[in-house]
């Protein structure tokens, strides 16, 4: 089984820690009906490490963090979580996420109080209003946090999703296009507020390369699940090989290595 | 080449088409609603059904009045108060039933289901908070609509508040055990809130909340007998009655006991069916 291999931009230390990956995901298969959307998909993501997922519209980002999630059960294969099975307790306890970031708000309450809630249920009543407070002033929630949500605009919302999905200190975070609808000033806070939290794992997907330059990995999806079919014995072996994958990408078996893993994190 | 030339709209093509008629717009709106529509046969079914099921209602209620059984309505202090107590306890099912399937049916679509079931929240939890809110809303709506009854003439001269108060609280975890099985459905058939108003109307009407279910058939009673719903309007009509109410308050810590467990494994079963096929989120 082919497992992708941490690139350069990441540095275990060789704490018993890092011997459990932060993300793990073998021969992950995902039906909707008659069409499949992941197909026998291989990743492994260390602890720390921030890695991108790569891929058109339609091939499977969503899905594949959903799956993460527990959200969604694979048709076949497993996914875990720091070695915790995708979607128990302890492997929601562990991750941060941050899906279809336009659609999961209650409208009608503020900012404020969707993130309370989100708090309330992580941590629970006590330190809840505090982390609430700390999370809207590192990403200057505050000037709109008391608005109801039905009134943000989109670029609001994606920065409310990703407070949301930093309360509690998730060792994990998983992020379905979290700069979409941003603008430059409002990327940089996205990537500073991630970069201020070093220990934290963060897995991108996003259709938009420049999306992934501060990510120290990328991986293609249609890449990984050719791979995935390839190891399986049931895709050509030679059209795995023949170009198909998008710049910077390793052969079969490597890691799928982005050219903008070159690019340092933005600090 | 003139600056006509180059940017007026060309004399043969491109000329914008004229406005329509306002039949035409009206036209559009009836075939957009028929197209979102797509179930309106269904719904019309359903509406069918619905009525008919309040006939019969009200043909039982006729005969109810034509020939009065001993007990059960004159125990109550005339039809009025029979039926008040009736209507009232079937508001909080009624209630509740509609306010929790559209919860849940709301928050597929807009996707907060699958935010909150990301968190690390167990199963039993995420069915009592989302059964709570509406099963307290319908409480509070039945009591207001008791004391509107009362100022209307419902018979409460010989009633034991203390007991009115001792059976809604053993029935009230019954009563969410049936708003979990209804989030439970919900979750896993399309239309869940339809569902729900069918099961809040068959409880109104088994359980003899319009009419005495001694005019029910054999069979029919005794499928009535196993509801907790009946036992607990048995017992509040009791308890404002000035009657013995403590056996329905056993019957019903029977119920809870046995029913919230199983409504909560059936939630959870729900939830990993709507995680295996999807359906967390909903368009």
């Known amino acids: 089984m082919p497992a992708l291999v941490p690139s350069a931009g990441w540095a275990p230390s060789g704490t018993a820690r890092n011997v459990v990956p932060a993300v793990e995901v073998c021969g992950l298969t995902r039906r909707f009906g008659s069409r499949t959307v992941l197909d026998r998909i291989d990743l492994t993501v260390g602890v720390r490490e921030r890695a991108g997922i790569w891929g058109p519209n339609g091939s499977g980002k969503t899905t594949l963090l959903r799956c993460l999630a527990g959200t969604l059960t694979p048709s076949a294969g497993r996914a875990s979580v720091l070695g915790h099975l995708s979607g128990s307790r302890a492997a929601r306890h562990a991750l941060g996420v941050c899906l279809a970031q336009e659609r999961a708000f209650y409208g009608r309450l503020s900012g404020r109080d969707n993130l309370l809630f989100a708090a309330r249920l992580r941590i629970g009543p006590v330190g809840a209003a505090g982390a609430v407070a700390a999370i809207c002033e590192e990403l200057a929630l505050g000037s709109f946090a008391g608005m109801p949500v039905e009134r943000y605009s989109s670029g609001m919302r994606a920065r409310l999703a990703l407070g949301r999905a930093l309360l509690g200190h998730p060792e994990v975070i998983l992020l379905d296009e979290p700069t979409r609808s941003l603008d430059d000033a409002a990327s940089q806070l996205v990537w500073a507020a991630l970069a201020r939290r070093p220990d934290l794992t963060v897995v991108v997907a996003s259709p938009r390369r420049a999306d992934l330059t501060w990510c120290s990995r990328v991986v293609d999806l249609a890449r990984l699940a050719a791979q995935g079919q390839a190891a399986q014995g049931q895709a050509a072996q030679g059209q795995a090989a023949q170009g198909q994958a998008a710049p910077g990408q390793a052969a079969p078996g490597q890691a799928a290595q982005h050219p903008a893993a070159r690019h340092p994190a933005p600090r | ?283």
């Open chain 2, 1 to 283: 080449m003139t600056a006509d030339q180059t940017c007026g709209p060309s004399p043969s093509a491109s000329r914008p088409p004229p406005i329509p008629a306002a039949t035409s717009a009206v036209l559009a709106l009836l075939g957009r609603d028929l197209a979102l529509r797509r179930i309106v046969k269904f719904s019309l079914a359903l509406d069918l059904v619905f009525g008919a099921l309040n006939l019969l209602v009200f043909q039982f209620i006729g005969h109810v009045l034509r020939n009065p059984a001993p007990g059960s309505v004159t125990r109550a202090g005339g039809y009025f108060s029979f039926a008040s107590v009736g209507i009232a306890f079937f508001l909080v099912i009624q209630t509740a039933a509609i306010g929790i399937t559209r919860q849940i049916r709301e928050e597929q679509q807009s996707g907060t289901l699958e935010f909150v079931l990301a968190q690390p929240v167990g199963p039993g939890s995420l069915a009592l908070g989302f059964a709570g809110f509406p099963f307290l809303f319908a409480t509070l709506r039945a009591f207001v609509y008791l004391l509107l009854a009362a100022a209307l003439g419902l018979e409460v001269s010989h009633a034991n508040w203390a007991g009115v108060v001792v059976v809604l609280v053993a029935a009230a975890p019954a009563m969410v055990a049936i708003g979990i099985v209804l989030a439970a459905v919900t979750l896993v058939v399309e239309r869940g809130d339809v569902l729900g108003r069918f099961v809040a109307f068959g409880l109104g009407f088994l359980s003899g909340a319009y009419f005495p279910v001694s005019e029910l058939a054999a069979p029919v009673r005794a499928v009535s007998a196993a509801l907790p719903t009946r036992v607990a309007l048995d017992g509040q009509r009791a308890a404002l009655a000035g009657q013995p109410w403590w056996p329905s308050v056993t019957r019903l810590a029977v119920f809870d006991l046995l029913t919230l467990p199983a409504a909560v494994v059936i939630f959870a079963g729900a939830l990993r069916w709507a995680r295996r096929r999807g359906r967390l989120t909903r368009g």
